[in-house]
């Protein structure tokens, strides 16, 4: 399908059809990107998406734990009290 570019203030748009927009599962946020002169629209992913799902699945596959070990530091000698 073929689209004009409209001026939008300094800018330019592109006016995408509804089917198009739903097809590609997008909302009011999109993710941009060039990729060998061709532009790359997206659904925008939050940050941290799914974090959430996956702590909870190690913990129940009781694989959450930390991968460092207790690094003691001068505060934890000198300083703390319970």
Same mark, same amino acid.
């Given at each position: 399908?073929? #689209?004009? &570019?409209?001026?939008? $203030?300094? #800018?330019? $748009?592109?006016?995408?059809?509804? @089917?198009?927009?739903?097809? !590609?599962?997008? =909302?009011?946020?999109?993710e941009?990107?060039?990729?060998?002169? !061709?532009?790359?629209?997206? @659904? =925008?992913?939050? =940050?941290?998406?799914?974090? !959430?799902? !996956? =702590? %909870? /699945? &190690?913990?129940?596959? %009781?694989?959450?734990?930390?991968?460092?070990?207790v *690094? @003691? *530091?001068?505060?934890?000698d /000198? /300083?703390?009290?319970?």
């Open positions: 399908m073929k #689209s004009k &570019l409209v001026r939008i $203030g300094n #800018s330019r $748009g592109v006016r995408l059809p509804k @089917p198009f927009i739903e097809q !590609a599962g997008l =909302a009011d946020e999109v941009l990107r060039v990729r060998e002169g !061709a532009i790359i629209i997206s @659904p =925008a992913h939050r =940050a941290r998406e799914g974090w !959430a799902k !996956a =702590a %909870k /699945e &190690l913990r129940e596959r %009781k694989e959450d734990r930390l991968v460092d070990g *690094t @003691p *530091t001068r505060f934890d /000198e /300083e703390w009290q319970w």
